[in-house]
Structures are given as structure tokens and as C-alpha cells.
């Protein structure tokens, strides 16, 4: 029998449309499938919907979406100056103390209706599931019933994650779900965390069917095409891939070119942008028709956990090219078989002629990435790895 029957899920926001970040994704379809399972679902989130802005855009209140009751509770006013003078202290290696960690914390998005919320609650649920690490909402959501609390956190290796309050936190909290081997590696290595708190989960990938000749034939691409989705910022390496593009182009003169899916600016070099194709948010079809059509998925970034749309690319059975300063990416392309990582632009250049020159190889790699997704990111296997995490005893 379960013993997390009741299952609290928070997050810093939620979208009955999914055009959110990957960390709120996952924990919107984790709680989607631990009610569609037959466990009662609670999902607290914020009135946010801008992750830069923290602005409350959405009503306050309790809603049914789907299969989840959501509570939508407003973010607290902050002091932004103050946020922002730590933060660049923290991401610069500039000087900061214990205290100040708690005042960057205390002006991240907050919520003190949410915490009163499990405050008079908290009895109520099993198990409260958070992520993912770096906001102020998750750190002090977690410090109310840090027994009950299992942590999705996310992880990267970055600055924020050597913060003395983050050591407390993967510490005091009762278990810890990571998404990919990597992950869990380099937690345990900085926090010294037991195996016993430790579980691998992941996130189910919806099986789905795509025409790779259909979304060239709709936009009129004659030429073969590099496809990156979502968020486009320096944290993403976009600004890297496409100087890397535009460098491959001159120096090749091979008409390669790049579709965008997602939101954000995107910069680069003048010279690409007539041989840019930027789509916006698309529907999920377009999108895979995209992935399916595409010479190579390109993921430059290298603060991943996981890589949802790599795996989606893998799905649609197209090859990867993915930052080698992600481990978690570089993990996923070599256990597949499904992508070559790049490490500089000599490399990128070599692995993308390769796969320009080699149609065999190509598919060789898709079909590879697409079994591995099918075995190890059905909704089956995610599930029993989920259900085993939340009703562990330890």
C-alpha cells in the first residue's frame, strides 16, 4: 500500500499551457501522473507568471486544472537592490556572509501566504515535493516540514549551489529526487548526502508521432537546418551556437541553417540572421515535426539537470549535438548513443560536417536515441522509480 497518499507538490509557477521553464514542467507532470495514479494531488504555486519579474498576474485562489487542485498564493514584495548586489557577489566569487545569504534568499521570489498555508496544513499532507533550489520560496518552504519534504532540486553546478543555506537544506530535507546520474553524483560529492535520501527519477517523455518532411515542406526550407528550443539567454549558450553556425557557414560554405523554437532575443552575428528562422511558441506538433525534420538538435547549454527537449529530440529520431560542459547532456548523448558533444568550436565544426557527410551514421544515432528514451523515459518506468521515491520509509 502507498504511505504518500496525500502528496503536496510546490513550485515558483505553474501554466495550464506549459510554457514555463523544464524544472516547472517536470514537477507539473510528476504531480499529473502521481493523481492520474490514483494519489490526491495538491499543487501551490505563486501568482507569478514571469520568471524575471516575479509580478502577480494570475488571481489568488484555488482552481481545478486537470486532474490537480492548485492554489495560487501572491509573491511578497522584495528588495530587489538588495537581491541584486548579492547575487552578483555570489556569481562573481565576491565577498558575502551567512547573513547575506539569507537576505538574497529572503528577497528571491517569496510567498509568506503559501508558508502560512502549510503551516496550518502541512499535517494534512505525506509528502511535500519541492523545486527547484535556487528560489527563496523552495528554501524557506522547505524549512517548515523538512520531514515530510522531498526536494526536486534541479541541480547545477554553479555558484548558488556551494551557498552555505543550500548545504542546510539538502541536509535537513527528508529525501531528494534527481533527474539524471550526474546529478545525484555531483550533490553528493558537495553536500556528502546519503544514499539512503538519494533517488534518480526523471521525467516520462510522451510518446508522440512526427513527419520529418513535413515542417520543411510548410516553411519552405530547402537547405538543411540545426534546431534549438527554448529559452534563448547567454545561460542557454545560445549567443555561443550562433556564432558557432555563423562561423561553420564562412568558413564551409555550406548552407546550413538554424530554427528556433521558444522565447527570448535571440543574438547573433548579422551576417546569420537572414538564415535564421525563428518560430516562437509553436504548438507541440510543429515542434516535433521540427525536431523530426532537423539535421541535428543543438543544446549548447551547460546548466542542465536533465535536457527535456533533448529527449524529445531523441524521440523524434534526430541526433544530438550537445555543450561538453554539460555533464548531465554529455552523460545522455553517450549512455544513448544518441549525440556528440563539443567541447570548442574545432570540435562542433568536425561533429557537424561528420553528420552532414554521414546519413547513415545519422540514423544510426536517431534510431539510437529513440530506443534509449522509449526504455528508460516511458511514463511507465518514471512512474515506478516516482511511486518508489515517495513511499520510501527512510
Known amino acids: 500500500m502507498p504511505t504518500a497518499k496525500n502528496i503536496a507538490f510546490i513550485s515558483p509557477r505553474f501554466s495550464e499551457q506549459g510554457t514555463v521553464g523544464g524544472a516547472e514542467t517536470l514537477l507539473k507532470k510528476l504531480a499529473e501522473h502521481a493523481a492520474a495514479a490514483g494519489r490526491k494531488v495538491t499543487f501551490l504555486t505563486t501568482c507569478a507568471e514571469s520568471h524575471f519579474t516575479w509580478e502577480n498576474k494570475i488571481p489568488p485562489g484555488q482552481r481545478r486544472i486537470g486532474n490537480l487542485d492548485v492554489h495560487y498564493f501572491p509573491v511578497d514584495k522584495r528588495d530587489t537592490a538588495a537581491f541584486a548586489q548579492i547575487q552578483q557577489a555570489i556569481c562573481s566569487g565576491g ?3 551567512p547573513a547575506d545569504e539569507e537576505t538574497w534568499a529572503r528577497n528571491s521570489v517569496n510567498s509568506e501566504a503559501l508558508y502560512q498555508h502549510l503551516r496550518e496544513h502541512g499535517a494534512d499532507y505525506d509528502r511535500i515535493v519541492m523545486g527547484p533550489y535556487l528560489f527563496g520560496l523552495i528554501i524557506a518552504a ?30 535537513a530535507v527528508r529525501g531528494l529526487m534527481f533527474n539524471a546520474e550526474p546529478e545525484q553524483d555531483f550533490a553528493r560529492r558537495i553536500f556528502d548526502i546519503p544514499d539512503s535520501k538519494c533517488s534518480v527519477v526523471g521525467m516520462g517523455i510522451d510518446p508522440f508521432q512526427a513527419d520529418p518532411k513535413s515542417f520543411a515542406a510548410r516553411r519552405g526550407l530547402t537547405s538543411p537546418y540545426l534546431m534549438y528550443s527554448g529559452r534563448r539567454e547567454g545561460g542557454k549558450g545560445t549567443p555561443l551556437l550562433c556564432e558557432y553556425v555563423n562561423a561553420f557557414r564562412e568558413r564551409t560554405g555550406k548552407d546550413i541553417k538554424l530554427v528556433f523554437t521558444g522565447s527570448g532575443p535571440i543574438e547573433a552575428p548579422s551576417e546569420l540572421v537572414p538564415h535564421i528562422l525563428d518560430l516562437g511558441f509553436v504548438s507541440e506538433q510543429e515542434k516535433h515535426d521540427a525536431m523530426a525534420g532537423a539535421l541535428a538538435f543543438v543544446h549548447p547549454s551547460t546548466l542542465e539537470s536533465f535536457g527535456i527537449v533533448l529527449l524529445e529530440s531523441f524521440l523524434a529520431g534526430t541526433p544530438a549535438l550537445v555543450h ?20 570548442h568550436y574545432p570540435d562542433f565544426e568536425e561533429e557537424l560536417s561528420l553528420l552532414l557527410s554521414n546519413e547513415d551514421l545519422r540514423k544510426r544515432m536517431g534510431a539510437a536515441g529513440r530506443e534509449y528514451v522509449q526504455k ?8 515506478k522509480r516516482l511511486f518508489d521515491a515517495l513511499d520510501r520509509n527512510g
Open 95 to 97: 565577498h558575502f556572509t
Open 142 to 171: 522547505s524549512r517548515i516540514h523538512p520531514d515530510k519534504t522531498i526536494l526536486v532540486p534541479c541541480l547545477h553546478d554553479e555558484a548558488f549551489a556551494y551557498l552555505g543555506l543550500m548545504k542546510k537544506m539538502f541536509a
Open 324 to 343: 561538453a560542459g554539460s555533464e548531465v547532456l554529455r552523460w545522455q548523448c553517450r549512455k544513448s548513443g544518441g549525440g556528440l558533444w563539443f567541447r
Open 376 to 383: 528508460e523515459y516511458s511514463w511507465e518506468s518514471v512512474e
